[in-house]
């Protein structure tokens, strides 16, 4: 069974940083592509990043283009997703998911094309 847990959520202040993790048990980490996804209260999940199964390519929303990075490491069968210049709308719980896709290069964008999801990490932003 697939288990992605994540972590390195918290409280921080505006323009500070953090790194969240995505362990990934169960399966074989490079057979996937990755995404971080998020959701507010009272919103809908909304797709952060992505990084395709080679970890060549990624993708980003607009809101948090240039201010955060997802990366993979596979040897640690981990993602992660660092996040700088914080601002009180990134506030949200932040998902990690993994897709089974065959292409190395593609990047995921629609949640509804993910196949694991984790339980979520609290990432709140103080003004």
């Known amino acids: 069974q697939v288990q992605l847990v994540e972590s390195g959520g918290g409280l921080v202040q505006a323009g500070g940083s953090l790194r969240l993790s995505c362990a990934v048990s169960?399966?074989?980490?490079?057979?996937?592509?990755m995404g971080w996804f998020r959701q507010a209260p009272g919103k809908e999940r909304e797709f952060v990043a992505a990084?395709?199964?080679?970890?060549?390519?990624?993708y980003y929303a607009d809101s948090v283009k240039g201010r955060f990075t997802i990366s993979r490491d596979d040897a640690k069968n981990t993602a992660y997703l660092q996040m700088n210049s914080l601002k009180p709308e990134d506030t949200a719980v932040y998902y990690c998911?993994?897709?089974?896709?065959?292409?190395?290069?593609?990047?995921?964008?629609?949640?509804?094309?993910?196949?694991?999801w984790g339980q979520g990490t609290q990432v709140t932003v103080s003004s």
């Open positions: 169960g399966g074989t980490f490079s057979n996937y592509a």
């Open positions: 990084i395709s199964k080679s970890g060549g390519n990624t």
């Open positions: 998911a993994a897709d089974r896709i065959p292409l190395p290069t593609k990047v995921v964008v629609s949640s509804e094309r993910y196949d694991y």
